[in-house]
């Protein structure tokens, strides 16, 4: 056989372009594409007819967390292992994830701590992954592995603002930001001023205030709208990029897109909690009160409509280099490392300061996405795939459609019409008892998931067909989006 799949019949849509065109694949890569009816299918050892529907780049989500230690202070333990969570993922069109290898304050070596994840990881995973370091603690062992990581595929990092273990004081950011800069390493920021949150806390604790709505409360637009401004004056003075990741308000929009018109390089991700979800969604009273739970997250969903329509636009207009998930999961249920571990005779309905702070989303993200058609198609392809694989040195190996060139991961959507239902647990392929998406209705959803050739989803098929330990770990590259503004080493004594 010439090849060993063809998809015939398909609109082929990427970041660029959407074109009638068949796609030939041969030894897991994009071997050919071509007009309707050009190819020989007798030649194939597999045909798939996507009867006039969309074919997209496999979806890329950049912000995964699995099986990650509880280091938030709390009892949560993240429910999705490597195994389930990257299940959900393939079941959802995402064929390539990023998840967070951890670092505690305790801990100084980041090497060791890639290299449990590693051990994790392997041989367990339906998509391919990779993985960002989280860094607790820039200590001068940590910061001198920047270049060790760079060797083993790793090019990104995450630090924190808020979290009292993990919270980074400004001279810290700079040590990482001034090092990742020297490595051509891109620097994620969870942009919430911590120091301000927990005085809100406070506050709102001696008011005896508890219940999940609250956790909106202790977090108002304005604490992430300083952090976020304080980051980009950082990430300037060092002249080093950076992503502001999972961005909820409008108002941290603007000073971020105010910053790239500056030409600084300083990217943005939201996700669809902060495009579907509200502060109403965690004032829920069900289950005596405590139901809201389930949409408690950092940043927290905004205040309604006008706050939605502010992401969109920046979806729309690039502020918002990418749209991932922020996949992290907890058992609602569990009462010992979920979000009723809260839960005690003394505080009916929980402390919001300690409910496990995330929800799941990885298999919902480009469904519900899609299913809003608020956004092209190209650009729909462009904030959940193309752009990721750019900004963390994936392209165009990932989240491209190049003959010879690109893996062949893509997503075959139902023809137009073919749809219409509400998300339910219970179709779902995670290992979390609850959806915070439950009811919301959507217009399409991945038909097949191809990895590298080989079909994983079949939905009208038997469904998950891949199987554990396909999903390889890939070397990242550096990011190919603009970097320093300057070549030359940061020299503090220029200011």
Same mark, same amino acid.
Do not use: W
């Given at each position: 056989m010439d090849f060993d799949l063809i998809i015939t019949n398909g609109l082929l849509a990427t970041a660029s372009d959407i074109a009638p065109l068949d796609v030939a694949i041969k030894a897991g890569k994009i071997s050919l594409l071509a007009p309707h009816g050009v190819l020989d299918t007798s030649k194939a050892a597999k045909v798939i007819d996507a009867e006039g529907a969309y074919v997209t780049p496999g979806g890329i989500d950049t912000h995964v967390h699995l099986e990650e230690p509880p280091l938030f202070?709390?009892?949560?333990?993240?429910?999705?292992?490597?195994?389930?969570?990257?299940? /959900?993922?393939?079941?959802?069109?995402?064929?390539?994830?990023?998840?967070?290898?951890?670092?505690?304050?305790?801990?100084? /070596?980041?090497?060791?701590?890639?290299?449990?994840?590693? /051990?994790?990881?392997?041989?367990?995973?339906?998509?391919?992954?990779?993985?960002?370091?989280?860094?607790?603690?820039?200590?001068?062992?940590?910061?001198?592995?920047?270049?060790?990581?760079?060797?083993?595929?790793?090019? /990104?990092?995450?630090?924190?603002?808020?979290?009292?273990?993990?919270?980074?004081?400004?001279?810290?950011?700079?040590?990482?930001l001034y090092t990742s800069r020297a490595h051509g390493i891109t620097t994620m920021i969870h942009a919430e001023n911590g120091d301000v949150l927990n005085w809100m806390t406070r506050k709102l604790e001696e008011r005896q205030l508890f219940a999940p709505v609250y956790h909106a409360t202790s977090r108002p637009q304005i604490v992430e709208t300083e952090a976020t401004n304080r980051a980009i004056a950082l990430a300037e003075l060092m002249d080093a990029p950076i992503l502001i990741v999972h961005v909820s308000s409008p108002s941290a929009a603007k000073h971020i897109r105010e910053s790239q018109t500056r030409g600084l390089p300083v990217y943005a991700e939201t996700c669809p909690q902060y495009l579907f979800l509200t502060r109403a969604d965690m004032a829920k009273t069900g289950d005596h009160g405590f139901e809201g739970a389930k949409c408690v997250c950092s940043p927290p969903p905004r205040d309604g409509v006008e706050d939605h329509e502010g992401i969109w636009l920046g979806l729309r207009n690039g502020t918002f280099t990418v749209l991932s998930s922020d996949h992290c999961p907890f058992m609602y249920e569990d009462k010992e490392k979920g979000k009723k571990s809260i839960l005690s005779p003394e505080h009916p309905v929980g402390r919001f300061a300690g409910i496990p702070n995330g929800i799941p989303g990885i298999e919902t993200r480009l469904p519900l996405t899609m299913s809003a058609n608020k956004l092209p198609m190209t650009k729909f392809v462009e904030v959940t795939a193309t752009n990721a694989a750019k900004l963390y040195g994936l392209y165009p190996r990932k989240g491209a459609v190049l003959p010879g060139v690109s893996d062949a991961d893509l997503v075959i959507w139902y023809p137009e019409g073919r749809i219409k239902e509400g998300v339910t647990n219970g179709m779902l392929h995670h290992n979390v008892d609850y959806t915070p998406f439950e009811g919301r209705e959507v217009t399409n959803w991945p038909r097949y998931t191809v990895l590298r050739g080989e079909v994983v989803w079949d939905r009208d098929g038997d469904g998950l067909v891949g199987r554990k330990g396909y999903g390889e770990f890939v070397r990242r590259g550096k990011s190919s989006l603009p970097g320093p503004r300057g070549e030359e080493e940061f020299d503090v004594s220029k200011f």
């Open positions: 202070g709390g009892k949560g333990r993240s429910s999705d292992t490597f195994e389930t969570g990257t299940r /959900s993922a393939i079941c959802g069109g995402t064929t390539t994830i990023v998840a967070f290898a951890p670092q505690a304050k305790y801990m100084p /070596s980041l090497l060791e701590v890639l290299k449990d994840c590693h /051990s994790r990881a392997a041989g367990n995973c339906y998509a391919d992954y990779s993985f960002h370091m989280l860094v607790g603690s820039p200590n001068p062992t940590a910061l001198s592995e920047f270049p060790q990581l760079v060797q083993e595929g790793i090019t /990104s990092l995450k630090i924190y603002m808020t979290y009292e273990a993990l919270q980074l004081r400004d001279d810290q950011i700079l040590d990482v």
